[in-house]
């Protein structure tokens, strides 16, 4: 028993560490559950430039500078290579809103998509996590603490910029299924000294 789940959890790790990704895209919408449906509000934000989207800005520390951003006075650039990790994201707050069910769906360089549903909770800048609706256990998001300005409404370079208007200013992060091997991994190897321990 104890060589079949060494056997298991040695599995689980080359696997997760094979399927390792990072994050190339990111996509908030804002929606309401209504009865057991998703309906989106008529906002959305994207870090891929020209979808038509409001710009998604993200940065890698509190009210720091912003990653998808250059000198091209034309465009925008698009996040790549990023790792997992915590990141903060400001959307510029404008009409349809996030909702009460934002959704927010993470693109990654194996092509796979992490995507979930949140409720959101307390207020905004507040630092509160918001609870998962459904959706992916390897995301999580919620307001960042305090207030930020980094973007405004449009799809390039000039909407990287301060509007003198708060934005929604969010704090999401992203575990490695590396990470949620090893804890599933740990829980195995639990299981198998208590059994053990009882035999």
Known sequence: MKRLVFLCIFSLLITGAAS?????A??????NIVGVDWIPTADRWDTIPGNNDWV??????????????NTDPNNYTAITGLNYGTYWLY???WSGGLGSNPKLSVGLSDNSTLTAIFEVVDSAGSGASWTRYSGSGLLSLGWGLGTADKVTSGEDLASMTSDT???HYLKMQAVPLPGAV????????????LRRKKF
């Open 20 to 24: 390792a990704a990072t994050i190339e």
């Open 165 to 167: 208007a708060n934005d």
């Open 56 to 69: 998604l800005g993200v940065s890698s520390q509190a009210n720091g500078d912003l990653l998808n951003n």
């Open 26 to 31: 990111m996509t908030l919408s804002g929606g």
């Open 91 to 93: 959307a510029v707050i």
């Open 182 to 193: 090893l804890l599933l991994g740990s829980g195995l190897l639990s299981l198998a000294i």
